[in-house]
């Protein structure tokens, strides 16, 4: 069973920084996608940053990219995204999502669209106060 912890989450002010970690429990973590998408009061989930752990291809949103870091350690199963210059509008929820890519040969960066993803962690809230 695979499960995702988040951690990391919490309230800052604008142009302050964050970061977050989401704890893997799978085998062979290098054949998996994962992600961090969020979702704010009201709307829709977006993805915001995926990386495909076997190849480190990333695909980041246009709305974080140049503030919004995505990182792995494979040793410890462990995917982070270090959050700068952060603002009211990055307010979510945040949430870490992983699926396993069956063709290990496919380097290709992972969608960002969240349907592809099978396994969800319980998300870590992110607040920014202007």
């Known amino acids: 069973q695979v499960q995702l912890v988040e951690s990391g989450g919490g309230s800052v002010q604008t142009g302050g920084s964050l970061r977050l970690s989401c704890l893997a429990s799978?085998?062979?973590?290098?054949?998996?996608?994962m992600g961090w998408f969020r979702q704010a009061p009201g709307k829709e989930r977006e993805g915001v940053v995926t990386?495909?752990?076997?190849?480190?291809?990333?695909v980041y949103a246009d709305s974080v990219k140049g503030r919004f870091t995505i990182s792995q350690d494979n040793a410890k199963n462990t995917l982070y995204l270090q959050m700068n210059s952060l603002e009211p509008e990055d307010t979510a929820m945040y949430y870490c999502?992983?699926?396993?890519?069956?063709?290990?040969?496919?380097?290709?960066?992972?969608?960002?669209?969240?349907?592809?993803?099978?396994?969800w962690g319980q998300g870590t809230q992110i607040t920014v106060s202007s």
């Open positions: 990386i495909y752990i076997g190849s480190g291809a990333t």
């Open positions: 799978v085998t062979t973590f290098s054949r998996y996608c």
């Open positions: 999502a992983a699926a396993r890519r069956i063709i290990t040969a496919n380097t290709n960066p992972c969608p960002l669209g969240s349907s592809p993803y099978t396994y």
